[in-house]
């Protein structure tokens, strides 16, 4: 399984981390070219690839394969 995050559009809304219901995701200090901090996913072997994440995704940068 793999959890991928397009940093190019992803705005840093942060709204993946707070719907994980597993707390896969959490936001680090990795800026994108446009300036944002994008969360990254720490505990990927946690994910239960319900796609939550990338169901609310607003910016459709997620991917859950």
Request: proline letters at 0%; a neutral charge.
């Given at each position: 399984m793999s959890?991928?995050?397009d940093e190019k559009i992803c705005k840093g809304c942060k709204?993946?981390?707070e719907i994980c219901p597993k707390k896969v995701y959490q936001v680090?200090?990795?800026v994108n070219d446009k300036g944002y901090l994008i969360p990254e996913a720490?505990?990927?072997e946690d994910c239960n690839k319900c796609k939550l994440c990338e169901l609310t995704c607003p910016d459709?940068?997620?991917f859950v394969e």
């Open positions: 959890i991928y995050i709204l993946c981390v680090k200090e990795k720490v505990n990927e459709l940068a997620i």
